[in-house]
């Protein structure tokens, strides 16, 4: 049974459903946006390009975002009864199974993301005191698994009250970022700047292709949380307000980003910079003002980075939530509390945040793993709802009436969006692909359970298809894991 047909309902619903403002979506993707990654830019950028190279990627990737917060925009106009997330514009355009891997997909993202965020704070403490190392200590551990529960049962006391509290949160931690941007272009020292400009002087960085190239995986893994609004649709006071939330949100970080990469290569040489402790912002604002600096920064980091945690995990539960409600996951992930809040979902990512920060206790380099692991995994949802937007103008679905040129210009966005992601997948590379299969593949397990609970057939031949071409590559990637092909 399709959303259109059995929209969620439960104890306590009744009071949250249609509350959120523009504002307050517009909150929503800037505070899911703007998280730890915009911390570690300028390292990130700096091992990869000079200024030419980061213009480019940022202008690159700025476009394909652009056209993939077009795609939500247009699919929230002309799909209105789709109001479940990312998830159901997969599940919409190309069956039960595929939405089914969107969600599960985004929710993974959305757990390793979660995890990321909180070996990036001890990393930061790591700063102060030695015992949180880089993040991957057991004292690092023990703070991050005490976070975890506490914000498990803010969340658990009204998704009305985190919202709230989520907007509250982005204008605070987006006024540091602000401050670090104007004191740095201030301070810009222009032969610095020059010998940046290209940074070949400073060794071999490949081609400007190559340059490029490596840097999509950050700027991809500093958008997510564009669909924000998308996955609160349900909401919303008015229907329409979910797209301008999402462009409005991907134009405001998009300028915050690239600002903070010029600003960077504007005080302090390319191979510096590569080398700072990460988060790197902290040791380039130190290196202008001082050490008050340092802590200026990193508590800003902790603030920004504790408000994108907060929006992740309520995405997070929303989408194992829906899809319960909707037959796509067994019914025991869609049961609510007293509070209209899905505390089941919310149970099971708490407790897989806390299973992955376990694994950064052997995991090398913990924080670039989650980074580019919570990446690879949301291209699948972000490519099917590109691909579905697509489906439609080629087929005219949703355009009977209206003038060619619409369908065309919308056909043109999707397009170009599709084939973004599409980049994006080559981007990630093989292995990040492989353990994003690892995880896919056993949790076919549970759409098999909720095909089982509603009596539906389980496979189209197609969908077979898909399913084993999903465990073909979960075996692969377990074997490489076993080999020591596939590190981690």
């Not at 697509?390 to 084939?419: D, N, Q, S, W």
């Not at 692909?433 to 496979?459: D, H, Q, T």
Request: aromatic letters at 12%; charged letters at 15%; proline letters at 3%.
């Amino acid at each position: 049974m399709s959303t259109t047909e059995q929209a969620p309902t439960g104890a306590g619903e009744s009071s949250i459903v249609q509350k959120m403002t523009l504002p307050t979506l517009t909150a929503m993707v800037v505070g899911g946006m703007v998280g730890a990654g915009v911390f570690s830019l300028p390292a990130r950028f700096g091992v990869a390009t000079g200024i030419l190279g980061s213009l480019i990627a940022w202008a690159v990737a700025g476009a394909g975002m652009l056209m993939l917060a077009f795609v939500f925009q247009n699919l929230a106009i002309r799909k209105p009864e789709l109001d479940s997330g990312v998830f159901i514009y997969a599940k919409a355009g190309f069956g039960d199974y595929a939405g089914f891997n969107s969600a599960i997909g985004f929710w993974a993202s959305a757990v390793a993301g979660n995890a990321f965020y909180w070996v990036f704070i001890t990393a930061t403490l790591g700063a102060f005191f030695d015992g949180f190392g880089d993040g991957d200590t057991v004292l690092a551990l023990a703070l991050s698994t005490i976070g975890v529960w506490f914000f498990h049962v803010l969340i658990a006391r009204g998704v009305r009250d985190a919202a709230i509290i989520n907007r509250i949160v982005t204008v605070f931690k987006v006024l540091p970022i602000l401050v670090f941007i104007v004191v740095l272009l201030v301070s810009l020292d222009a032969g610095v700047f020059a010998d940046n400009w290209t940074a070949y002087g400073y060794g071999d960085l490949g081609s400007l292709d190559e340059q490029v190239r490596n840097t999509m995986i950050i700027t991809t893994f500093v958008f997510l949380g564009i669909e924000g609004a998308s996955v609160y649709s349900r909401y919303a006071k008015k229907r329409e307000d979910v797209g301008k939330a999402t462009v409005m949100g991907l134009l405001t970080v998009l300028s915050i980003f690239s600002l903070v990469t010029l600003a960077s290569y504007s005080v302090m040489p390319q191979p510096e910079i590569a080398d700072t402790r990460q988060p790197s912002m902290v040791g380039l604002f130190a290196h202008v003002v001082g050490d008050w600096g340092e802590a200026f920064i990193s508590v800003a980091v902790i603030v920004s980075v504790l408000g994108a945690y907060l929006a992740w995990t309520l995405m997070a539960a929303e989408v194992m939530y829906i899809p319960a409600r909707n037959q796509d996951f067994p019914a025991f992930l869609g049961r609510e509390n007293d509070k209209g809040t899905p505390i089941t979902a919310l149970v099971i990512t708490s407790i897989a945040v806390q299973s992955v920060l376990l694994l950064t206790l052997v995991v090398t380099d913990a924080l670039n793993f989650l980074l580019d692991l919570c990446t690879s995994l949301a291209l699948v949802p972000y490519f099917l709802a590109a691909a579905y937007s697509l489906k439609l103008a080629l087929t005219g679905e949703t355009y009977e009436g209206e003038p060619p040129g619409v369908k065309r210009k919308e056909g043109i966005i999707a397009g170009i969006a599709t084939v973004y992601t599409l980049f994006l997948f080559d981007a990630a590379g093989l292995e990040f692909l492989l353990l994003s299969a690892v995880l896919l593949a056993p949790a076919s397990l549970l759409y098999i359970k909720a095909r089982s609970e509603s009596g539906l057939r389980l496979f189209t031949p197609t969908e077979i298809g898909l399913f084993v071409v999903i465990l073909a590559a979960g075996v692969v990637g377990v074997v490489g894991l076993w080999t020591g092909r596939i590190s981690l």
